[in-house]
T-cell receptor
Framework: NAGVTQTPKFRVLKTGQSMTLLCAQDMNHEYMYWYRQDPGMGLRLIHYSVGEGTTAKGEVPDGYNVSRLKKQNFLLGLESAAPSQTSVYFC???????????????FGAGTRLSVL | GQNIDQPTEMTATEGAIVQINCTYQTSGFNGLFWYQQHAGEAPTFLSYNVLDGLEEKGRFSSFLSRSKGYSYLLLKELQMKDSASYLCASLDNYGQNFVFGPGTRLSVLP
């Protein structure tokens, strides 16, 4: 049982390049989240999904797009990378179903992205 | 809007007790969470309060006062491995959207 897996773990981009970050979970969780973490600013929500085929904007959605075509996968896309998107990106999921543990977030190991 | 505040850094001695405070102002509320994050790693769940009062889990306890918008995480018998960042997060009224505080970096000294 792998939990939440993020790929890639590291990436360096040039300004204007595009890329997709993949998040996969094998816990049959309903809700999935993408965060970015910058020094001194904690985790900030980019986009989230409450089920297959649904997405919603979080606190800092500009410059990012997401898709949830399959329940287990949540993709984060950068169409034209900018230096301001240099950050550590974390994916997380929660069950969302009625249980004591329904709102506990499980995080992936993170993707460290540098945009030059 | 939602806003969460925590102290940026704290230092404590091995074997001591430390309390990390968190204050929140949210338009809706469905629970307060604490996560631990070691440097270079992912956050991991520590505790969750939805009702007022104290939740105890081994060396870690968490307290919530909804009327005051206040929570704290209490760590007892500190160990060197407790050196980490501690993140406070609230869940909105719809049970969908989490807001995190900036995190408190705790250093445990010998």
């Amino acid at each position: 049982n792998a939990g939440v897996t993020q790929t890639p773990k590291f990436r360096v981009l040039k300004t204007g390049q595009s890329m997709t970050l993949l998040c996969a979970q094998d816990m049959n969780h309903e809700y999935m989240y993408w965060y970015r973490q910058d020094p001194g600013m904690g985790l900030r929500l980019i986009h989230y999904s409450v089920g297959e085929g649904t997405t919603a904007k979080g606190e800092v959605p500009d410059g990012y797009n997401v898709s949830r075509l399959k329940k287990q996968n949540f993709l984060l896309g950068l169409e034209s990378a900018a230096p301001s998107q240099t950050s550590v990106y974390f994916c997380a999921s929660i069950s969302g179903r009625a249980s004591l543990a329904k709102n506990i977030q499980y995080f992936g190991a993170g993707t460290r992205l540098s945009v030059l | 809007g939602q806003n969460i505040d925590q102290p940026t850094e704290m230092t404590a001695t091995e074997g001591a007790i430390v309390q990390i405070n968190c204050t929140y102002q949210t338009s809706g509320f469905n629970g307060l969470f604490w996560y631990q994050q070691h440097a270079g790693e992912a956050p991991t769940f520590l505790s969750y309060n939805v009702l007022d009062g104290l939740e105890e889990k081994g060396r870690f306890s968490s307290f919530l006062s909804r009327s005051k918008g206040y929570s704290y995480l209490l760590l007892k018998e500190l160990q060197m491995k407790d050196s980490a960042s501690y993140l406070c997060a609230s869940l909105d009224n719809y049970g969908q959207n989490f807001v995190f505080g900036p995190g408190t970096r705790l250093s445990v000294l010998p």
